[in-house]
């Protein structure tokens, strides 16, 4: 399903999963769920459903790109078995000229699904053995599986990221992440639904010694385990207002840890200035339509003049700037 995409920190989507069920605020007004019915008309979007046929798609891509994993669902609902989950792990396997991106708010599903990486201790888990995935990896490495995945487990052409919303998510949430075997571990931040302290949502152990307080953990400071950090606001006819000062704290997170930070979208909502010269209603700090209509709505957010502007409209500059920081230097 839908190759091409408009999401701004990735090239591609890949949907061997659809439907999904609602587990916290941010799913609230889902763009997924707002945008089901048009690629599957009179289905409701809580039946999720798998689609094998769909499976060898990225083989088919030519050109490098990186791909999101399930923009209309998630790959770890409960609903979707283990042997489809090791389906999908061959082919992203195989097709190692692309960079997968998985985000899920589900991680206790993850993390069950590959076992805790302090437990791991060089073993691998035991897919690609049957059925489409055993059929495609012979077909083209002629190579024993399990030998390979010895050498090349947790793939190294998998990012695995979280959704958070607010500091509750995060703190739910990240901690299983870090747990979970990975190359590349992310967290997206959107919809932005309160203040988040990332830091906070690191577990101690996990970077200092509460024996003797903090400690030196190299580069990523606080955020050790953390890899990157998109952070957006809501878009869609419903969308829920954040704060410009969440984004700017969890810029500054990333900064000091060294961590790269990828700012999306402000969403519906964007900072404002006002501008009185008669007909105009107020002007933008960004750039938006000539005319603004006197219907279009206005708050005060915590001292920020907030306005619903539109999601082209209010863009991406986050204080006179596009943050498009990946992983390892990449640019997109």
């Known amino acids: 399903m839908g190759d091409k995409t408009k999401i701004e920190w990735t090239d591609a989507t890949w949907n061997p999963v659809t439907g999904c069920t609602k587990v916290s ?3 609230k007004f889902c763009y997924a769920e707002r945008d089901f019915n048009r690629p599957y008309p009179g289905r409701a979007f809580t039946d999720v459903r798998t689609h094998p046929d769909r499976l060898d798609q ?4 030519r050109r490098p790109r990186r791909v999101f994993v399930n923009s209309m669902g998630d790959l770890f609902h409960d609903k979707v078995e283990d042997d489809f989950l090791d389906e999908c792990f061959a082919v992203m396997a195989l ?3 692309h960079t997968f991106q998985i985000l899920t708010k589900r991680p206790e599903r993850m993390l069950r699904y590959f076992g805790p990486s302090d437990e791991l201790d060089g073993l691998t888990r035991d897919c690609l053995v049957e059925g489409t995935a055993q059929k495609l990896y012979f077909e083209r490495t002629g190579e024993n599986p399990d ?13 695995f990221g979280v959704s958070v919303e607010d500091q509750v998510t995060a703190d739910e949430r990240i901690p299983l992440l870090l747990k979970t075997p990975a190359t590349v571990r992310f967290v997206s ?3 932005a639904l309160g203040p988040v302290d990332l830091t906070r949502s690191i577990p101690c152990g996990y970077y200092c ?3 003797v307080g903090h400690v030196d953990h190299g580069p990523n400071g606080n955020l050790a385990g953390i890899d990157w950090v998109i952070a957006g606001g809501e878009s869609g006819p419903q969308a829920r207002p954040s704060d410009p000062d969440w984004f700017r704290s969890v810029r500054d997170q990333c900064q000091a840890s ?19 010269d008669g007909k105009a209603y107020l002007k933008i700090s960004v750039p938006m339509p000539d005319a603004m209509k006197p219907s279009m709505r206005e708050i005060v957010w915590d001292g920020a003049n907030l306005a619903r502007v539109g999601k082209k409209s209010a863009g991406r500059l986050l204080d006179g700037r596009e943050w498009s920081e990946y992983p390892n230097g990449g640019k997109r």
């Not at 990225?58 to 891509?61: A, E, G, I, S, V």
């Not at 030998?147 to 990012?159: G, I």
């Open 209 to 211: 010694d509460e024996s």
């Open 258 to 276: 060294g961590v790269p930070f990828f700012f999306k979208q402000w969403g519906e909502w964007a900072p404002v200035q006002y501008h009185h």
């Open 189 to 191: 931040y959107e919809p």
């Open 95 to 97: 097709a190692d000229k």
């Open 147 to 159: 030998q390979w995945l010895a050498v090349h487990w947790p793939v190294k052409n998998v990012w």
């Open 25 to 27: 605020a941010g799913c």
């Open 58 to 61: 990225p083989l088919r891509w």
